[in-house]
C-alpha cells in the first residue's frame, strides 16, 4: 500500500502544532491542519507489509497494541496517497462510526505496531485518520444516512460516551428505535466533559451526534435511569437495553490529609471547567480554579496531562505533575519491550510542552510517591509531602515500590489535582437492573457477547471491561449492537 519507496522518500510528519505561549491564551484546538500534499505523503509511507499488525487490535503485557476496531489503515492511506479523499472516507467509516474522536483523542496504538517503526518512525495514521474525516466533513461527503425501514423494536442506551454512541448508531443502522439517555446537560460523556475544548473542540461531538439525531436517533439529556427516568419504565418501553454508563468510580489516594480543601478529582477539575466554558465563557466562575495557584497534578497519564494544560490556561502560579514511574527511555528496550507491544517510551505530549513553556521546565517529577497533605489553619491543602520510590518484584512476583530513604520533599500546594483514573463502574444502576457484576465490580458480560444474566440486558464499554480507550468502546459498542440486533431479530445484518 501507498508508495513503494514512500517510507525511504519523505519523514514521518504528524498535525503542526500552534505555539504553545500562543495557544495557552485561549481554548481552541491547538493543533493545526496539514495540507492535502503533507498527507498524501503520509499515506505514502505506508508499506505493502504483507500483514498489516497495525490493523488488528490486541492487548500484550496488559497494554494494547494495533486497531481495536480493525481499521482498513493500508487501504486509506494508499487511497490518500493516490489522492481518492472521498472512497479513503468510505474505507475510514466501514470499521469506525467516529473517526474524528479517534483522530483527535486516541493514543495510537496502531503507529505502535506499524511495522515500519521496527527501525523507523511509525506511519503517522492517526494525522492520516483525523485528515480523512476533517476533509469529509468540509467536502460535505459527511451526510445523515437513516435506515430505509424500521423493524419497530425499541432499545435503550444507557450513557452517550463512546460506546454509547457507537452502540446506538449502529443499532440504528439496522433500523431499530434507538433512544439514548445521559445524565449530564450535554451529549457526549467523557468525549464532551472528559477531554478539554483544546484537545477535542464539542462542536467536533455536537456536529456528530447532529447527524445521528437526523438519521432518527434520540438523545434525552438530564435523565438518570434509575433515579429520573424510572429502571421499571426502562424495561416496559424498551424491547432491550444496552449499559454504556463508563466506569466513572474514581481512583483514590489513602494518604492523610486527603480530606482537605483544594484536593479535587482531576475529572471534577476538568469537567466544572468544560461545563462554565460552554455555558459562559467561564463568566459565571463555576469551576474550580487554577488561577494564582501552585497545581500539583498526580498522575502520569493523559487526564493528568489535560490538567497540566487547563491549569496553564487558567494563570496558575506554579505546576507540577508528579509520574510513580520512572522516566523511560527515548528508544523502546528491545528485550523487554519488544515491537509489537505498545512502545513504553518518554514522550512529551501537548499539556507538557505548554507547561514547559510558560515555567521554563518539563513538570514532571518521576518515581514520586505521595506521602501526605498538610493543611493550613483553614483546612486547605498547603503542601504535599513526597518520596521517591524504585520498583522492585518480591519473591511471589509481585511488583512493589520501595521507599527510597533520604529523598523526602515538601511541595508548596493550593490545588491538588487526583488524576489515577477510575476503578469500576457506579453501581446504583446496575443493582437496580439486578445485573451480575465480575470481581472489579464491572458488569459481568462476555467479550464478543456482551449478555448480562438479565435477560435483554447488555453491556458494552467501560462499563463492561474498566478503564480503557475511546477505540475499545467504540469497538464494543459496535460488537454489542451485533449481539443485541440477533438478539431482537434471530440474526443480524451488523458486522
Not at 199 to 211: F, G
Request: hydrophobic share 35%; with cysteine.
Amino acid at each position: 500500500m501507498g508508495k513503494p519507496t514512500g517510507f525511504m522518500e519523505y519523514n514521518r510528519q504528524t498535525l503542526k502544532e500552534r505555539v504553545p505561549q500562543e495557544r495557552v491564551k485561549d481554548w481552541s484546538d491547538y493543533t493545526v491542519p496539514l495540507s492535502d500534499e503533507e498527507v498524501s505523503k503520509q499515506g505514502a509511507r505506508c508499506m505493502d507489509c504483507g500483514v498489516p499488525t497495525c490493523q488488528t487490535g490486541m492487548e500484550l503485557e496488559g497494554a494494547t497494541t494495533g486497531c481495536p476496531v480493525n481499521h482498513l489503515i493500508p487501504e486509506w492511506n494508499d487511497l490518500v496517497y493516490r489522492g481518492q479523499w472521498k472512497e479513503a472516507l468510505h474505507r475510514e467509516h466501514i470499521m469506525n462510526n467516529f473517526p474524528e474522536f479517534t483522530g483527535a483523542a486516541c493514543p495510537a496504538p496502531c503507529e505502535g505496531a506499524c511495522v515500519l517503526a521496527i527501525n523507523e518512525p511509525a506511519v503517522a495514521i492517526r494525522t492520516v485518520e483525523r485528515s480523512i474525516i476533517e476533509k469529509g466533513f468540509a467536502e460535505g461527503w459527511v451526510v445523515p444516512e437513516p435506515p430505509k425501514t424500521r423493524t419497530g423494536k425499541k432499545v435503550a442506551v444507557i450513557g452517550s460516551g463512546p460506546a454509547g454512541l457507537a452502540t446506538a448508531a449502529q443499532l440504528n443502522k439496522a433500523g431499530h428505535y434507538v433512544t439514548v439517555f445521559e445524565r449530564s446537560d450535554r451529549v457526549g460523556g467523557l468525549l464532551t466533559y472528559g477531554i478539554p475544548e483544546m484537545k477535542l473542540p464539542y462542536d467536533m461531538v455536537m456536529r456528530r451526534v447532529k447527524i445521528l439525531e437526523q438519521e432518527g436517533i434520540t438523545f434525552i439529556t438530564n435523565t438518570e435511569v434509575g433515579k429520573d427516568y424510572p429502571v421499571s419504565s426502562l424495561r416496559s418501553d424498551f424491547d432491550a437495553v444496552v449499559m454504556c454508563g463508563g466506569a466513572t468510580v474514581h481512583r483514590n489516594v489513602d494518604v492523610a490529609g486527603r480530606d482537605l480543601e483544594g484536593i479535587h478529582y482531576a475529572m471534577d477539575f476538568l469537567h466544572s471547567n468544560t461545563k462554565s466554558l460552554l455555558d459562559s465563557n467561564l463568566a459565571d466562575g463555576q469551576f474550580i480554579s487554577a488561577e494564582g495557584k501552585n497545581v500539583i497534578v498526580i498522575g502520569g497519564g493523559d487526564t493528568g496531562t489535560d490538567c497540566l494544560a487547563t491549569a496553564v490556561r487558567q494563570n496558575c502560579r506554579s505546576l507540577v505533575q508528579f509520574d510513580v514511574y520512572d522516566q523511560k527511555g527515548a528508544l523502546r528496550d528491545e528485550a523487554g519491550n519488544p515491537w509489537p507491544q505498545y512502545p513504553k517510551v518518554h514522550r512529551v505530549e501537548y499539556g507538557q510542552k505548554e507547561a514547559a513553556a510558560a515555567f521554563g521546565h518539563d513538570p514532571r517529577a518521576f518515581a514520586v510517591m505521595t506521602k501526605k497533605f498538610v493543611g493550613d489553619e483553614n483546612g486547605a491543602v498547603k503542601e504535599v509531602h513526597t518520596v521517591n520510590v524504585k520498583l522492585k518484584i518480591d519473591e511471589q512476583g509481585n511488583r512493589i515500590r520501595e521507599e527510597i530513604p533520604g529523598t523526602e520533599k515538601v511541595w508548596k500546594a493550593d490545588l491538588v489535582l487526583l488524576a489515577i483514573g477510575f476503578s469500576g463502574p457506579e453501581q446504583g444502576l446496575i443493582q437496580q437492573l439486578a445485573v451480575e457484576t465480575t470481581a472489579k465490580s464491572t458488569v459481568k458480560a462476555e467479550y464478543g457477547k456482551y449478555t448480562t444474566n438479565v435477560e435483554g440486558v447488555f453491556a458494552a464499554g467501560d462499563m463492561r471491561r474498566g478503564q480503557s480507550l475511546i477505540v475499545w468502546a467504540i469497538n464494543e459498542g459496535r460488537e454489542a449492537a451485533r449481539e443485541c440486533d440477533r438478539y431482537l431479530m434471530g440474526s443480524t445484518v451488523l458486522p
